[in-house]
C-alpha cells in the first residue's frame, strides 16, 4: 500500500518530465491518469511511459484533460514550456468544472501568480518543480504564488512528503531556488573563458576545490547554451538587474548552433568522441622540488602590511602567498609563489598561479610538497574557485534577504538538487562572512561590475561578526 494510496492524479504532458512525474506517483500508490495534446501522443507517451517504467507501475489514460480532471483531486501540468499552449490547457481544467481540484505546474520559469490568474483561480494553483529525471531526483521545488491560498501550500507538501521527496518552499520568483543560485556559477565560469582560461581548468577547480560532480561548463553543455540564454534572459527581464545580463560569448555560440551536448559541440567538442575529461587539467608535478619547509602565508587580502611581512619572510625562505585578492597581480614579491588552498575532506586541492603574462612562474613544487593537488590558473580577482563560491554565497543571501527562500531550504535545494556537498549558506558559515565580503569587494574593485555588488544582509552580517 503507497503513501498516496486514495489520491488521484491526472497528469499532463508526456514528455520526460510529465512520464516521470506520473511513474513517482504510481509508485507512491496514487490512481494516475495521463493525457498529451491528442489520442495518438497520448498512446506514443503511454507505451514510452510503460516501457521505462522498472519497476511497472499502473497508469490509465484518459482521452481529454476534461476526462482526465473530472474526479481528480491534484492536476499536474508538464506541457511544453509555453505561456499560451499552458494557458489554453488551464483554460479547458476549469471548464471541467471540478471545484476542488488542486493545479500544479512543473514550470521551469513562468510566474504561478500569473498562471493561477489565468486559471482564473489562483488560490488553487501551486508550483510542483521536479528535477530531471522526477524518478531519480529527490528534490521538489513548491512554489508558491501570491495568492495561492496556504492549505493547498501545505498539500502539496504532503504530497511531495508521500513521493518520499524533499519539497522546499520557494515565493514566485524568477528561476526559484536551484537555478538562481547556480546563475553566477554558470556566469563566471564563462566569463572565466573569455578571460583566458580553458573550460578544463576552470571545471577541473570547481570540482577538485567544491567537490561538485560536474564542473560548471560541462553542467551548461549537458543542459544546452540556450536554455541557459533563455533563463539568463528572463531573470534580466525580471528582475531589472544588469547582474544577471548574458555573457556575450554564450549568445555568440547559441548563433553558431554551438549549444552544448545534444548538438555536438558546446565549451567541449563532441562530435570526436568523449570530450577531454576536465580532470586531464589536473597536474602534479614530477619531482618535488620543495623540501617540505615552504613557508605558507595566508592572505585574504593584499595590503601593504600583508606585502610587507611576505617581503620580510622571504627574505631567508621558500615562501608562497596563499590568496585570492587579486592585489597581488601587481604586488607579489620577486621569488614569491602564488597559490590558493582549498581543503575538501581529507584532500588539499591548489590553484596555483601561472602567470606568464603577468610573470609569475607556477608554484607548483610547493603545491606538492603541501600534498595538493592543482591545477595552473591565471592571476584573475578572486582566481577560480572563490570567485565562482562567492558570487553564488551572494546570490543564495540575495534569495534570502528578498524573502524568496528560507536559508535552510536553499541549502537543502542546492545539496539535493545540485549535489553540492555543502548548501551556499553552509559555505558562509564556514568561510565567514567577513572573508566573503572581503572576496566580493575586492572582485567589485578589480571589476567594476555590478555582478558583485555584495547583498547588504552579508555587509550586515559581516559587521555584526566583526562586533561580536
Ligand atoms: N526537461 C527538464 O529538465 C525540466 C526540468 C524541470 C521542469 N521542466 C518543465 O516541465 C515541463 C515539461 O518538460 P519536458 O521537458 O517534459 O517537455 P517536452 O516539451 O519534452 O514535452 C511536453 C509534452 O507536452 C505535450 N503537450 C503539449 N501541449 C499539451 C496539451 N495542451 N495537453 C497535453 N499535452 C500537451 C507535448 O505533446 C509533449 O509530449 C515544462 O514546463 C518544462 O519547463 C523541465
Redesign the pocket.
Known sequence: MGELSGLRVAV?????????IARVFAEAGAQVSV???DAA??AR?YETLLAEADPPVTVSTAAS?TEAVRDADLFV?????RFD??L??LA?VRAAGNETLVVA??????SIGELGVAFGDPARVVGL????PPTKMRLVEIIRGARTDPEVVERARAWVAGLGKTAVLCADSPNFIVNRVCRPLYYESQLLVTQGMTPEVVDAAVKGALGHRMGPLELLDF?GLHTHLGSSETALREFGDPRYRPIPLTRQLVRAGTTGRAAGRGYYDYAAGKPRQAQAAVTRSPESAADGQVHVYRAVDCTPADVAAVRELAADRRVVVDSSAGGWVEHLPPGVGWLRLHRHGEQTFAEVVADEVAGIAPAFDAADALGATSVPVLALPGLVVDRLAHTMVNEALTLVEEGTAAAADVDLALRLGMNHPVGPLEYLRDTGPVEVLAGLRALLTGFGDPRYRPAQLLVRQAAGSRRG
Open positions: 499532463a504532458g508526456l514528455g520526460p518530465m510529465g512520464r516521470g493525457v498529451d495534446v501522443a497520448t507517451g484533460v501540468e508538464a506541457v511544453v514550456e499552449a499552458k489554453a490547457l479547458e505546474s512543473n514550470t521551469s520559469s513562468l518543480h521536479f528535477f530531471n543542459t
